[in-house]
């Protein structure tokens, strides 16, 4: 019985492997393009994690989609807001969190003279 979990586990983790690394290719992602090494992918990876999360706890910009994109503690945010105060909040916001080199802040303000 043993012996057939551990078959059944190692196919499965094979299968997901394949998956996982199949779906980032067909996202656009190459993964052998990267050259950053892992241990600042992981670190890029966290700072963008921990900002999305100061995103989400803030009054003020939780409520608009921003992109945050973070490569070698260079964070690129992306997105539309409906002021000027939103936008440099979520520019403080990243520029405060641990690790983050530069903040470029590409986020738009929404043009409500159209509606």
């Keep these: 019985m043993r012996t057939l979990m551990v078959l059944v586990l190692s196919f499965a983790v094979c299968g997901c492997t394949s998956m996982m690394l199949g779906g980032g290719a067909a996202g656009g992602y190459q993964v052998d393009k990267d050259q950053r090494p892992a241990g600042v992918v992981a670190s890029d990876s966290a700072i963008t994690t ?31 807001v409906s002021s000027y105060i939103a936008r440099d909040h979520a520019e403080s916001i990243a520029k405060s969190t641990g690790g983050v080199k530069a903040v470029n802040n590409h986020i738009v303000i929404a043009d409500r003279s159209a509606k």
Excluded: C, Q
């Excluded at 100061?54 to 009054?59: E, G, L, R, T, V």
């Excluded at 989609?65 to 997105?79: D, K």
């Design 50 to 80: 921990k900002i999305k999360g100061k995103y989400a706890a803030d009054s003020v910009v939780s409520v608009f989609n921003i992109g945050v994109r973070t490569w070698e503690g260079t964070v690129t945010l992306s997105g539309t």
